[in-house]
């Protein structure tokens, strides 16, 4: 097994198409969206002679106490190949660059089942548990949207076909595009949102970016529903191969008695089985004993609509200096901190 760079967009994109992992991270345009802002990147195969086998995005992270190589949800690994074969040599590539770039660490958010079999890798690779609760999600909601709508209504939480049908009574509309004006709507929404919420926002290129990038090919639409005539939720939805992402999401306070989210979501699983999708992504959850999480009720939220988890491996870290037990620490005061 031998490990090298891919600069060959249908290459890597072709294997993506066939594998069709549930995440978008891996995809090219994930990629274009981090050089925009600024980040280092570069692509991975991982190939048996010319066979490619397994690819990861890997991102140059900057930062004070320590700049990292991150692996966002990957590697993604072609189906039947056993992770065990194909990651030593990932993990000798990345040790490599790490050390030449001036690394603290290696950081990788594995896209693979949580058992036993997968992690052992790791382990005899000299990673360890990443402190950081989590960079992107862990334990990820999906619904399988291969069902007729009444099917999928009846799936649902009684609740959430209540709060559907009344919004629709109550006159909420929903409208997509991918325009500048759609993005001013959602940045609008997602503001107040971040008022209320007290988190660290993303900044308006992250996101004026990520539209930019996916808009190319249609893979991405700002769903927004107003009422009234004001918008009131909204979400960014990615749509990569078969699947549809619910990336980001807003909604306004002084209009929770309107459950325009609750139409929102439905109007964008109707359209997700128009373009020949499959599979809905809610992406993050927590579980329902983590009452006090942050994400607690967004995930009542997203559960009510029916559907399944899945549990990746937990982030995975390998030191290469000594400045990555200072990041170490800080990153677990900073999870205590938060109760997390």
């Not at 249908?10 to 978008?24: A, C, I, R, T």
């Not at 334990?139 to 049908?165: F, G, N, Q, S």
Request: hydrophobic fraction near 40%.
């Amino acid at each position: 097994m031998t490990a090298r760079e891919i600069s060959s967009q249908p290459e890597w994109e072709q294997f993506l198409n066939e594998v069709e992992p549930h995440s978008f991270l891996p995809s090219w345009h994930w990629g274009e969206v981090q050089e925009r802002l600024g980040t280092k990147i570069f692509r991975l195969g991982v190939y048996d002679g010319e066979l490619l086998l397994a690819v990861t995005l890997v991102l140059y992270v900057k930062a004070r106490r320590g700049s990292f190589l991150f692996c966002p949800h990957g590697p993604v690994i072609k189906l039947a190949v056993e992770p065990v074969s194909v990651l030593p040599s990932l993990f000798e590539f990345l040790k490599k660059r790490g050390k030449e770039m001036g690394c603290a660490f290696i950081r990788i958010s594995p896209l693979l089942e949580n058992i036993d079999k997968n992690l052992i890798p790791f382990k005899e690779g000299g990673f360890r548990h990443a402190p950081v609760h989590l960079m992107h999600p862990e334990l990820a909601w999906l619904l399988d949207i291969r069902k007729d709508e009444e099917a999928l209504m009846k799936d649902m939480r009684k609740t959430t076909r209540y709060l559907i049908r009344k919004a629709e009574k109550e006159g909420v509309v929903v409208r997509g595009g991918n325009s500048e004006a759609d993005l001013e709507a959602f940045l609008g929404v997602y503001r107040t949102t971040v008022d209320r919420q007290n988190f660290t926002p993303f900044k308006d290129d992250f996101f004026k970016n990520e539209l930019e990038m996916f808009k190319k090919d249609d893979r991405v639409k700002i769903f927004l529903a107003e009422y009234q005539g004001r918008v009131i939720a909204a979400a960014m939805i990615i749509f990569y191969g078969r699947s549809a992402f619910y990336h980001h999401g807003a909604s306004d306070q002084a209009y929770s008695q309107i459950p325009g989210s609750y139409l929102l979501q439905w109007r964008v699983i109707q359209e997700a089985r128009a373009r020949g999708c499959t599979t809905y992504n809610f992406w993050g959850i927590v579980r329902p004993e983590e009452k006090k999480h942050p994400w607690a009720g967004l995930s009542l939220f997203k559960t009510g609509f029916g559907g399944f988890e899945e549990e990746y491996l937990h982030a995975q870290d390998f030191s290469l200096s000594i400045r990555y037990w200072l990041v170490y620490i800080v990153e677990k005061l900073r999870r205590f901190r938060r109760g997390l």
